[in-house]
């Protein structure tokens, strides 16, 4: 498949090698708005066309899908225009910085009949896969879910907070294992002194039969977390991206012994697995595990969180109204419009 590559930033890097390894992908084009920065690529792969124009590149006929690895206040007017121009799309998370545009570009995707993917990464690593087939049929058993993702950035994002920046990681993860959304949320964060964002926020999410999901998130925490810990009626799940025990340790509440039962998993970077789902979903006229439509749930929780730090942690109310829950074999779908 033809693709472009807009955004060679940190990230952008990243997705560039693995789009180079995918043999299935042909690499046409790559855009930045920092043009210097393009020269190596079309020093090293001269077939690789480098531009700091995306509407410029959007208007090749050649080019079928694009991949969206620019800043995070950038991914609508970009994923806008590639949906315009008749692309298939993979955004980086977070999809758009709203509510109001991801569904704009989620409703674009569906009318142009073109595939909408978010880089919602974790949901095809191996823990994720694995913790879902343990909690298969436990999933009306989970009590309770709390997330950490913090670390000690030297340099952190201007543009957003941490929430935006981070949330989207733990939250499509909660949202593939429940298989629900929450009826409130409510957040409350630490401004950063410097951007006035908030680089540390601890959020809530109520479901309906008093499930609670609590997750933190921060830039500024001397400690480097990254760890989901499960709890159902009998078991406590526990996985830690950092330790360099890749299991995942399930405590058994009822037993008396505290050694845990460990459930290996393999470490296969996500990366190329969701570029994969990508590729492979365009093909097969499928939606891909972390569709655009999913994304949206996501987004639609991170700005609820958003309106109750706005408001001193008030809890905020999700409005599902236009949502009609439609059962489907395994997941659950949202129809967008009535
Ligand atoms: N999935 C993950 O685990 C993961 C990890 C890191 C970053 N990200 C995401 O990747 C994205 C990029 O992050 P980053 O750290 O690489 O940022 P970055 O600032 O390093 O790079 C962004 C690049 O986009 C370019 N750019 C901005 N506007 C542009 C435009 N209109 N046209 C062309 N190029 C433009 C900039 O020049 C810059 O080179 C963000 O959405 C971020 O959240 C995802």
């Given at each position: 498949?033809?693709?472009?590559?807009?955004?060679?930033?940190?990230?952008?890097?990243?997705?560039?090698?693995?789009?180079?390894?995918?043999?299935?992908?042909?690499?046409?084009?790559?855009?930045?708005?920092d043009y210097e920065q393009l020269k190596p690529i079309k020093a090293e792969h001269p077939e690789i066309d480098i531009s700091a124009n995306y509407q410029e590149v959007f208007k090749r006929d050649d080019i079928e899908a694009v991949l969206v690895g620019t800043e995070e206040t950038t991914h609508y007017q970009i994923a806008r225009h590639?949906?315009?121009?008749?692309?298939?799309?993979?955004?980086?998370?977070?999809?758009t910085c709203s509510f109001s545009t991801s569904k704009e570009l989620v409703l674009l995707a569906e009318k142009n009949d073109r595939t909408l993917m978010v880089n919602?990464?974790?949901?095809?690593?191996?823990?994720?896969?694995?913790?879902?087939?343990?909690?298969?049929?436990?999933?009306?058993?989970?009590?309770?879910?709390?997330c950490m993702r913090v670390s000690f950035a030297p340099q952190i994002r201007k543009r957003i907070n941490v929430l935006w920046d981070l949330a989207p990681h733990d939250i499509s993860v909660v949202n593939y294992l429940l298989e629900d959304m929450p009826v409130c949320v409510s957040a409350s964060g630490v401004p950063n002194v410097s951007t006035e964002n908030q680089d540390t926020v601890d959020c809530s999410l109520y479901y309906r039969r008093g499930k609670i999901i609590n997750l933190k998130f921060s830039w500024k925490y001397p400690l480097r977390k990254r760890q989901t810990l499960i709890r159902t009626h009998d078991e406590v799940m526990v996985y830690d991206e950092c330790s360099e025990d890749s299991s995942i340790h399930v405590f058994s509440v009822n037993s008396d012994s505290q050694a845990p039962a460990k459930h290996p998993v393999e470490r296969v970077p996500p990366l190329a697995v969701a570029l994969k789902d990508f590729l492979y979903s365009i093909e097969i006229g499928h939606q891909p595990l972390a569709s655009g439509k999913s994304a949206l749930d996501v987004i639609k929780i991170i700005d609820a969180l958003q309106s109750s730090l706005d408001n001193n942690g008030e809890k905020v109310f999700l409005d599902l109204d236009p949502y009609r829950l439609k059962s489907t074999n395994s997941t659950y779908d949202y129809i967008l419009e009535r």
């Open positions: 498949m033809n693709v472009a590559l807009v955004g060679y930033g940190y990230w952008g890097k990243i997705l560039l090698k693995n789009l180079l390894e995918i043999k299935d992908f042909n690499l046409k084009a790559v855009v930045d708005l590639a949906l315009h121009m008749g692309k298939h799309v993979f955004i980086e998370k977070p999809m919602h990464l974790l949901l095809y690593s191996q823990p994720v896969v694995k913790i879902k087939e343990l909690l298969a049929d436990k999933r009306g058993d989970i009590l309770y879910i709390d």
